[in-house]
């Protein structure tokens, strides 16, 4: 059984930077597709980045091109997200999830049947 598990949540100021990693287990493969979805009060869970477990390209929202960075350690079977110039709007909670394919819609909640318990991110004005 694929099992996620999310840290290095916390509270930073905007502009900050934080550092979110997914520890996972229990036979990932090179075709697993990974992925970071965040979800903030009163909204519904939104794609923030993904990248297969065997390398390749990534994918992210528009919303954090250019600011986040989703890569992985193999041998470590983590994979990172890392978010630099933080904004109030990027708070929310962040889950890691996970699939033995990386489908065409990577951006997609239902595309992935591995979930993480969360992080919580808050970004402070």
């Known amino acids: 059984q694929v099992q996620l598990v999310e840290s290095g949540g916390g509270l930073v100021q905007a502009g900050g930077s934080l550092r979110l990693s997914c520890a996972a287990s229990?036979?990932?493969?090179?075709?697993?597709?990974m992925a970071w979805f965040r979800q903030a009060p009163g909204k519904e869970r939104e794609f923030v980045a993904a990248?297969?477990?065997?390398?390749?390209?990534?994918n992210y929202a528009d919303s954090v091109k250019g600011r986040f960075t989703i890569s992985r350690d193999n041998a470590k079977s983590t994979v990172y997200l890392q978010m630099n110039s933080l904004k109030v709007e990027d708070t929310a909670v962040y889950y890691c999830?996970?699939?033995?394919?990386?489908?065409?819609?990577?951006?997609?909640?239902?595309?992935?049947?591995?979930w993480g318990q969360g992080t919580q991110v808050t970004v402070s004005s």
């Open positions: 999830a996970a699939d033995r394919t990386y489908s065409s819609s990577y951006y997609r909640a239902e595309s992935y049947n591995y």
């Open positions: 990248v297969r477990w065997g390398g390749g390209g990534t």
């Open positions: 229990g036979g990932i493969s090179s075709w697993f597709g």
